[in-house]
C-alpha cells in the first residue's frame, strides 16, 4: 500500500493524544515468547521502546528467557525440570538461570538497542541489591518469592536517560540467588515504581470467552470481575497466573494492566497508541 | 482510505530517524499565508506544532497578520499603503499593526494552541526588550530595521515549557513602536537562537525552475548558488526577500532554511519527518 | 526645596523597616484611572514600580484600560453601552477590548518599564490558560466570570525576574474570549499568588465618612466591619464593588487590600514606605 | 525640617540609578576611626550596611579596632609601641590583638547588625585559612605581610545571605598569627573578591589641595596621576598610605576605591547613592 | 610495637562497620579538660576531627575554656568568683570571657585545625544570632539560660564543607551578652542539630559505681535509671551537672550522649570506632 | 597478637594523610588471579573497596574471570584454544564468555559488595555503548582491539553512589560481540575517567630485579626506563604485557599505575594507605 505524506501526517497527529496522556509516564513491559524468538518481531519490539522513550514515555524493560535457559541445560547435559508449571532449581540450574539472562539475554537486548540508537542499561535482582526475595517453597529448589523492591537503581537509570533492561534474579539476605518468574517481578516493579500501565507480552490473543474462538475476545476486565470469570473458567489453565499478576499490579496502585499479543507486530506501539489498544486490558 | 493498526505502527516508526534528528533542537517557523487564514489548514498547522513540541522539538512560532491589519485599518477608516511592497505605515498604523498583531492575532493563537492541549505564551517584541530597531527609511514611516535580538526571554519560555508565539514589532530606544517584516524577524530570532531549521510558510510550491510549472520544483539550493540563479530570473520577484531571509539565517549559523507551501495540510510534518521534505531547502 | 545628603541618606533609612517587611513578598497592583492617563502619574507610578522590584518586592500589575477601549469603540463607530456598570459586551466588542488591552496598553506599559530599566513580559488571560471564565450573565453578552486562576505562568515570569503586566481578558473551555473587570481579576490573582498585599489604585481618597469631605479618610477597616458601613451608607455607589474586591482578596488569604488615591504621585511607594499608608486599608 | 510624603517618595526615587548600577556587585568597606567608636556615627554605619544588603548590594565590613587594642595592652600593664606608625608586636601583644580584634570588635559588629534586623557571620583571616602571610619585617615583631588570600570562605558567607565581618588577623604555615594593616588587607581582598568598590573610612575630609582648607577637596585622582600629586606634596604623610592601599587595589581591578569622611553620618550611602559621593575616588 | 602492613589493614576494616554507621551523622563534641591544656592530647583531638570529618561523619566541635579565662583575668587584675560553680559574671567579666573564647581559643582551634589539613570556621553564639538567651539569675551576672538556638548557621557551615568551632556566649533581645556553660550549649545544640551523638570530655573515667576505684565504671545508663543513681549518691557532685546535659540531650531527641575520659589519647576516635567505647553512655 | 585501643587509633590517624590524598579522586582496580579464587583473599578484597569506598575514593572494579570461563567451555565439551597467550575465540565461546563474565562473575561480585553493605552496580562493555572495538586480528576469532570509551555510564554510577563493577567485552558497530583483555581495558577505561591510580592485581610479588628472588623486587620504575629494563630481560614473559599496559594508561593522563600481589591479605589497602606501598609503582 502506498501511503502519501498527507496521509502519513494525519497518522501522527493521531497519536497525539496518546503521546500527551502517556508523557512522563512509567510503563513496564514484561518481554517474552514468540517476540522475543521472532527476529522480526524483536526487531518491532525494539524500535517500539526507543520510539516511546523518544515521546517522553520511559519504558522499563522486563524479560525472561525460557527457552535459551532450556538450551543451555540442555548443553551442559541437564535436563529441565517443571513442577505445576515451575522449573525445577537446584543450585547448578540457578547458576546456569543468572549466567543465561543476566549475562547473555539481558546484554543482548541492551546492546540491540543501542544498535536502534536507544541507549540501555542491563540490571539484574543483584545489582543495588534491587530484588530482595526468599525461597518459595523447598520443593521448587531455589525459586524465590519476592519480600523487597529496592527502585532506586531503576530511577536512577531513568533519571540518566538509560532504559533499564532487567533479568528477574534476586537474592536472600545471605546472597543466595534465586530464579524469580518475570510476570511476577515486572508487576512487583510496576508497583513499586507507580508505574502507569503494565503491559505483559503474550503468544494468545488474550482472554477469551470462548479460548477456541480468537473472535470473542474480552477486551476489558474489571478486578473485580476476575473470581467470577475464574469460576466460569473462562479464566483457566495458563491465564490464571498472568490475570492474577495483572490482578496484583493494579491491587498496589499500577493504573492498567494489559494483556497483548506479541505475535503481532508493534501491538506494544497498537496498544498504547491506538483506541482499540491490542488485547485485554485488566484495570 | 482505512489504515489497519500495523500500518499505522510502521508509520509511527518511520518518523524514529527524523525524531531522534531533532529531539533537543530549536525550529524557527514563519507562520503565514493561507495557513493562516484557511480554518482547516490552521487547525493542522497547531496540531503539528503540539506534536512537535511533545517529540522533544522546541518550536518558536513568528507570526504575520497582514490581511487582519488591512481589515481593521478599514474599519477605522484608513487605507493601505504599500511602496516597494512594504507597507507605509505612520504613527496612527504602527498603533493598529501593534494592536492587531500582539492583542489579537497572537493571543488568539496562544488560545488555539491550548485548545490543542498545548501551553503556549504570546510575546511581541517588546517583551523584555526582545527587538530593538531603529527606522529603516523615512519613506516607509514605522518600518524598523533590526539592531538586535534580546533572546533571554524567548529562552526563558522554552526552558518553562511554553511555545514561545512572537509578534514582530519592536521599538527603538526611545520606545519608538516599528512594525517589522517577519519573515526578516523570524530569520533572526532563528540565528539568535542557534536554531537547526527556519522554516518559512508561503503560499508558492517552492522555488520553480519554470514559475508556471510546478512540477519543476527545486528542491534544494546552496547558498553560494543563490546570485546565479537571481541572475537567471529563477529567483524573482516575492521570491527574492523570502531567498534573501534564508541565506541571511544561514549565513549567522541556521543549519537549514526552508520556504515550505502552507496550502498543504500538515507540511510543517512533512518537512521535518520524511525523507522527501515539502519545499525548496537553502543550506 | 533644597534637600541635602544627610537628610536623603535618613530618609533612605527611614524606608529600611518596610524594605525588610515586603523583602521577597508578592504585592499585586491594580492599576487604573488618572494614574494611567496622566503623563507625570504614569511616570511615577513605572518608577515606584522598578524600584520596588530592585529591592526584592515581587510587584505583578494587573491593568485596566477603559478610555483607550472606548477610544477605539469610537473610531470604529461603535457606541459603548453600559448595563448597571458593566459594559455590555457583543463579539465585535470583546474583540476590540482584547485587541486594545493585550496589544495596545498591555504593551506599551511593558515597553515604558524597560524604558525605565525595568523588565517586563504582557500577559493577558489566554496566555498558559490563566484566566479561565464563563458567562456572567447573558444580559452583559461576553463578560465573563472567574472560574480559575493558572498562576504558574505569573510565578515563572516573576521566577525569570520580570515584571508581569496582565490585560485582565480570560477564555471559557471552548476558547471563547470573555472581558473581565480588572479589579476582580486583581483580586484573584492576588489570592492565588498568595500576596501580600492587594493595591487598587482609584480616583478617589479613599473611603470617607462623609463621601463629600476628604478630611474624613477612613484609614483601616475590618472585613467584620463591611456590612454595617454598607448599611450606613458609608460604602456606597462605586465604593460598592472595590470594597468588596477588597474584602474577597482577604478572605482568600491575600493579608492586605488597600484603597489608594492614584492622582497623589508615587502614592504606591507612600502607601508601602511610610507609617501612614495612603488610603483606607481593608484586613 | 518636616518632609512630607511626596519628597520622600521623590528622594527614595533619586537613588533608583544607583541601586540599579551596584545591584549584585561586591563593596569592601574598611570601617575605622570615628565612624566605629561615636555611637551615632556606628548605628549610621550599622543601618547602611543592612540597607545596602537588603538592596542587594553585597557588602564586606573589614575592621579594624586600634583604640580597643591599646585598651586593653593598657588593662593588661603593657605599652603600645608604634615604629614609623607601625605597632610593634611581640607574641603577648599579637595575642591581645587576635583576642580584641576577633573576640570582642568583631563580634560586637556582628551583633549590632542583627540588633538591626541584618544577618552577619564574624571572620578572621584564621577562619577558612582566609588570610596567609609572613613576617613583614623583623623590626615590627609579629606584622604580616599578606601572601595569598583564600575568598572561598568570605564568597560563601555571602552566598549564604550572611554580611561578612572580617579582623584582619592571619597565620603563615606554621601556624603563628600576625596583625595586619585593615586598609592593605581590604585592599586585597576586594581585589580577591572582584569588588565593585573599595570604601576606606577616614576621619578626615579626602585628599585636601591645600591640607588646611577642606574646601579643597580633590574629587577624583587617576591612578596615572599619583605620582606626580605625591612629589608636589599633597598625597603626604598618613595619606600615603591610604592612597597606596586605594591604588593597589585599583591595579588589581577592583573599579574604584575611595576615601571618604567617617566623621559624617550616613557617609557610605551618600558616596554611593548620590551624583555627589563623599570624598576623593582613585580609579 | 612494630606493627606489619596485614595488622594495619585489619585494623582499618575493623573500623567499616563504625564508618558505616556514622556516615552522614552529625557528632556534637563539647571539648575541654586536659584534652585542651596538654599539648599531646590537643593534637590527638584535632586528628581525631579531621579524620572523622574526612570519613563522611558532620563533627560539631564546642567548647569551653576556664584556664584561659582565669589567666586572662588575672592578667588584667580582677579576681574569678564561683557561686555553686558558676562564675560570677559581672560586665568586665563577661566581655573578658567574649573575648578571651570568641577571640583566642576558637580561633586557635581554626588555626590548629587548618595545620591538620581540617577545615573549619569558628563561630560564637552571637553569629547568625546563633544563641539566644536570658539572664539565668541576677545573682551570677551575665549568666545567660539559653532561649534559643538558630541552627542555619551551623547548617551552612557544615554544607560548605567547614567544620564549626563554637565558643559558647550567646545574647538577648537587647544584645547584652551572657556566658553560658559549654556543656549545656553543646546539649541544645546537638538536640538543635538531630545529631546522632553529643559526646563531652571531661577529666574522668566515666560514671563509677564507686567514685575511688576506676574499674567500677559504668558503661552504659537509661534515662530512667538516672534518678535512682541521684538516690543512690552515685550520680553526685560535678558529676550531676554532666549528666543532666545528657538526660536533656537524649529527651530532645539525640540518640546517644557519653562522657568520655579527655586524658585518653584519642578517646574520641575510639569511643566511635571500636566496640566497647569509651566512657558511660547515657542513651 | 593484641592490640589496645591507642594504638588501634594511632594506626587509623596514620592512615589519615592517604585519605586526604585520595579523598574524591578515582581508582581504577583491575581484580583477578587468586585473589578472585581464594575465598579469604576475595571477602578481604571486597571489604577493601567498601572501605575506600566509605571514606571517598571513587574505586571502579573491572574484573577477568579466566578459570570460570574454562571451567564452563569445559561443561559443554569445548576446549579452551590459545595462541601466543590469547584465548582463541570462535562465535561459541565468545557467548560463554559474555554469558560467564557478564552473568555470572559480574553480578557475583556486585551481590557479594552488597552482603558486604556496599552498593554495587555491574556493567559490561555493552551497557550504555561503553567499550566500542573492532577485530584486533582474525586469527585470534573475536578478541576485541578498542577503539573507544563511553566513560558517560560509569560517570553516572559512581555519581549516583554505586561501585561500577565492570566486565570486558565489547561490541562493533555492528554489535558482533568480542572478547577483550581486562587488564587492557582496565588501562584504557582508568585514561578515560582520568584516574589517579591503576591497581593491576597479579599473582606476582611485582617486577622483580632477579625473577627468582622475591627480595629484588623493584619499586619503582618510570615510563621512560622500560625499554631499557625490557633489552635487560628484567621486563619479560607475562609481564611485558602488564606493564605495557601500566605505561598506556600513564602516558594517556592516569598519575600512576601499580602491578600488586593480590595473595597479600588487603594489598589495595596497603598500597593505597602506607608509605611502602605493594608491589612496583610505574609512573
Given amino acids: 500500500m502506498i501511503i502519501n505524506n498527507e496521509t502519513r501526517a494525519n497518522i501522527l497527529i493521531d497519536s497525539l493524544p496518546y503521546i500527551q496522556k502517556y508523557n512522563g509516564k512509567i510503563v513496564v513491559v514484561k518481554y517474552g515468547g514468540n517476540a522475543m524468538t521472532d527476529e522480526k518481531l524483536k526487531q518491532a519490539v525494539m524500535s517500539d521502546i526507543v520510539l516511546l522513550t523518544l ?3 520511559k519504558i522499563v524493560l522486563v524479560h525472561g528467557g525460557g527457552p535459551e535457559i532450556n538450551d543451555m541445560l540442555k548443553r551442559i547435559g541437564k535436563k529441565s525440570e517443571f513442577i ?3 522449573r525445577y532449581t537446584d543450585e547448578e540450574t540457578v547458576d546456569v538461570v543468572q549466567m543465561v539472562l543476566a549475562g547473555k539475554v539481558n546484554k543482548d537486548l541492551v546492546s540491540l538497542l543501542h544498535r536502534n540508537k536507544g541507549k540501555a ?15 518459595l517453597d523447598k520443593s521448587f529448589g531455589f ?9 532506586d537503581i531503576i530511577n536512577n537509570t531513568l533519571d540518566n ?3 533499564p533492561v532487567i533479568s528477574t534474579v534476586g537474592t536472600d539476605e545471605k546472597g543466595q540467588v534465586y530464579n524469580i518468574n518475570a510476570d511476577t517481578a515486572a508487576a512487583r516493579i510496576a508497583a513499586e515504581l507507580g508505574a502507569e500501565n503494565l503491559i ?7 482472554l ?3 479460548k477456541d474462538d480468537e473472535t470473542t475476545l474480552i477486551k476489558s476486565v474489571g478486578v473485580s470481575e476476575v473470581p467470577y470469570l475464574k469460576k466460569q473458567g ?18 498496589r496502585g499500577v493504573k492498567k494492566s494489559i494483556i497483548i499479543d506479541g505475535r503481532i507486530p508493534h501491538s506494544i506501539l497498537i496498544e498504547l497508541f491506538t483506541s482499540e489498544g491490542a488485547g485485554t486490558m485488566i484495570s
Fill in 161 to 163: 536517560g538509560y532504559i
Fill in 121 to 135: 542499561l542491563g540490571l539484574c535482582g543483584l545489582d543495588g541489591n534491587m530484588i530482595v526475595c526468599e525461597q
Fill in 234 to 251: 473462562i479464566i483457566q489453565g495458563g491465564m490464571i497466573p498472568k490475570i492474577d499478576c495483572c490482578v496484583e499490579a493494579v491491587r
Fill in 55 to 57: 515521546v517522553g514515555i
Fill in 208 to 210: 477469551l470467552e470462548n
Fill in 143 to 151: 525459586v524465590g518469592e519476592i519480600k523487597k523492591i529496592n527502585s
Fill in 84 to 86: 505445576n508449571g515451575l
Fill in 200 to 206: 505483559l507480552m503474550t503468544d494468545i490473543k488474550g
